[in-house]
């Protein structure tokens, strides 16, 4: 995610009614009505500890898997939604004094403690998961996180702002790759001071904290670039490329890219090119945000052009939000022999960038579409069935090779008062702890 809440949907939103609009004329342009925007009258079948082996070629989408029934537990009590959006009566707890408004104080709400896991904890596994989920953290003030991770040992750790915990992460097992990302950004720099120099400069504004955090293996750099236009792209590529090539003289290493969902257009990767060379190059790895709602296979399709603007029509299950990693690859990378880039979605989630595609409730985080989901049968709580919508994206990644797999947005906003709590993963924990002990 990034900066303010307010300014971030406002782009993202933009984005997101052009590739809604694009998709949609392109599959009536094919003659073909898009799946997954009619109303839903059967559930799809999310599969759960499907074995995978890469099969090629890729099967019909959507893809069917028999789904293995999770423990038996009580249903949990429904969790209530608060929305955004109140209704503000401005007289309503205030004393007339003459002339005057007072308000009485309100009593400070105390948040309950959240509850604690009614599933027992998967026994341990030997190696790594796998799955492709990984975590997103915001801190390191989740328990829960450690215990997954000594449990399951998910592929991927990522960490923002907070990373000596990470060494423990190492500890538990070094094969976990741990990315880290500082928020510090100069946007001041862009189109006005050399690219290179800028590239050179933020990795030595940040050298002491790379130093002190040894047991990062990728650092991040600016966080969801606004591409907006060719020059502008044209000189982040650089910058990035640049930053890559001095991390690994120093002896690090570099996460380029960072792009948010839904960006950029198909014209503007080509542009960037010069810094996914440079990632291959110099020990980098690629890294993108992808969100989506209701669920990840919504305005996914197969073989339909235009599903972004300028994109050609791919073999394979692509959108303009979720698996749009694969218009970078199929139609730029693999073509100029950069197929074998790594790639990382280091942010995951249900966001309703897609508006009300899908019949999509259209809200903030997955959570407020518990309910939703049990209302199309696609399990039996709201909890069970986030696991399931979870894996039918790892399923997906786990037939692209170049794919390192994606950090599931985010642990550490328990608390209602953060922003991101709508995201937070504290309640399935558990859950996603049992789903990656049996991805083996």
């Given at each position: 995610?990034?900066k303010p809440?307010?300014a971030a949907?406002?782009e993202r939103d933009?984005f997101?009614?052009v590739a809604?609009?694009?998709?949609?004329?392109?599959?009536?342009?094919?003659?073909?009505?898009?799946?997954?925007?009619?109303?839903l009258e059967a559930?799809?079948?999310?599969?759960i500890?499907a074995?995978?082996?890469?099969?090629?070629?890729?099967?019909?989408?959507p893809m069917?898997a028999?789904?293995v029934?999770v423990?038996?537990?009580a249903?949990?009590?429904p969790?209530?939604?608060?929305p955004?959006?109140?209704l503000?009566l401005?007289?309503?707890g205030?004393v007339v004094e003459?002339?005057?408004f007072?308000?009485?104080?309100?009593?400070?709400?105390?948040?309950p403690?959240?509850?604690?896991?009614?599933?027992a904890?998967?026994d341990p596994i030997?190696?790594l998961?796998?799955?492709k989920l990984?975590?997103?953290?915001?801190?390191?003030?989740?328990p829960?996180?450690?215990?997954?991770v000594r449990?399951?040992?998910?592929?991927?750790v990522?960490?923002?702002?907070d990373y000596?915990?990470?060494?423990?992460?190492?500890?538990?097992?070094p094969?976990?790759?741990?990315?880290?990302?500082?928020?510090?950004e100069q946007p001041e720099?862009?189109?006005?001071?050399d690219?290179v120099a800028?590239?050179?400069?933020?990795v030595?504004?940040?050298?002491?904290q790379?130093?002190?955090n040894?047991?990062v293996d990728?650092?991040e750099?600016?966080?969801e670039?606004v591409?907006?236009e060719?020059?502008?792209?044209?000189?982040?590529?650089?910058?990035?490329?640049a930053r890559?090539?001095?991390?690994?003289a120093?002896g690090l290493?570099?996460?380029?890219?960072?792009f948010?969902?839904?960006?950029?257009?198909y014209?503007?990767m080509?542009d960037?090119?010069?810094a996914l060379e440079?990632?291959?190059?110099?020990g980098g790895i690629?890294h993108?945000?992808?969100?989506?709602a209701?669920?990840?296979?919504?305005?996914?399709t197969?073989?339909?052009?235009?599903?972004i603007?300028?994109?050609p029509?791919l073999?394979?299950?692509?959108?303009?939000?979720?698996l749009r990693?694969?218009?970078?690859?199929e139609?730029w990378?693999?073509p100029?022999?950069?197929g074998?880039?790594p790639?990382v979605i280091s942010?995951?989630?249900?966001?309703?960038v897609?508006g009300?595609a899908?019949n999509s409730?259209?809200?903030?985080g997955?959570?407020?579409?518990?309910d939703w989901w049990?209302q199309?049968g696609l399990?039996?709580?709201?909890d069970?069935a986030y696991?399931?919508?979870l894996?039918?994206?790892d399923?997906?990644?786990?037939?692209d090779?170049?794919?390192?797999?994606a950090t599931?947005?985010?642990a550490?906003?328990v608390?209602?008062?953060?922003?991101?709590?709508?995201?937070d993963l504290?309640e399935?924990?558990v859950l996603?702890?049992?789903y990656?002990?049996?991805?083996?």
């Open positions: 995610m990034i809440r307010a949907r406002v933009i997101a009614a809604v609009l694009s998709v949609m004329l392109g599959v009536v342009a094919c003659g073909q009505t898009s799946a997954p925007s009619a109303p559930p799809t079948a999310y599969p500890n074995t995978l082996e890469a099969p090629s070629p890729y099967p019909p989408y069917k028999a789904t029934e423990a038996p537990t249903t949990p009590p969790v209530a939604f608060t955004d959006h109140r503000y401005p007289l309503i205030q003459g002339d005057a007072t308000t009485t104080p309100e009593p400070a709400a105390v948040a403690p959240p509850p604690e896991p009614t599933l904890w998967p030997a190696g998961s796998a799955s990984g975590l997103h953290t915001l801190g390191s003030g989740e829960r996180v450690m215990e997954l449990r399951v040992k998910p592929r991927l990522k960490a923002v702002g000596g915990w990470l060494a423990e992460v190492k500890a538990v097992s094969e976990i790759v741990t990315i880290g990302r500082i928020g510090q720099w862009i189109n006005t001071t690219p800028a590239g050179h400069a933020y030595d504004l940040n050298l002491e790379y130093r002190n040894p047991f990728y650092w750099g600016w966080n670039f591409p907006i060719p020059a502008r792209m044209r000189w982040f590529a650089q910058f990035e490329a890559a090539c001095r991390m690994q120093l290493r570099a996460a380029v890219g960072g948010s969902v839904g960006v950029p257009e014209a503007l080509g960037f090119l010069p440079a990632a291959r190059r110099c690629f993108l945000h992808e969100y989506n209701p669920t990840f296979d919504c305005l996914v197969t073989g339909v052009p235009g599903i603007p300028g994109a029509a073999s394979l299950p692509a959108g303009p939000f979720s990693y694969r218009f970078w690859y139609g990378l693999k100029r022999g950069l074998d880039l790639l942010e995951l989630g249900i966001d309703g897609s009300s899908c409730p259209g809200e903030l997955w959570k407020p579409y518990r049990v199309q399990a039996a709580d709201g069970q696991i399931q919508v894996a039918w994206y399923e997906q990644m786990r037939r090779s170049y794919v390192l797999g599931v947005y985010t550490g906003a608390s209602p008062a953060n922003e991101w709590h709508a995201f504290h399935i924990m996603l702890a049992r990656l002990a049996g991805q083996q």
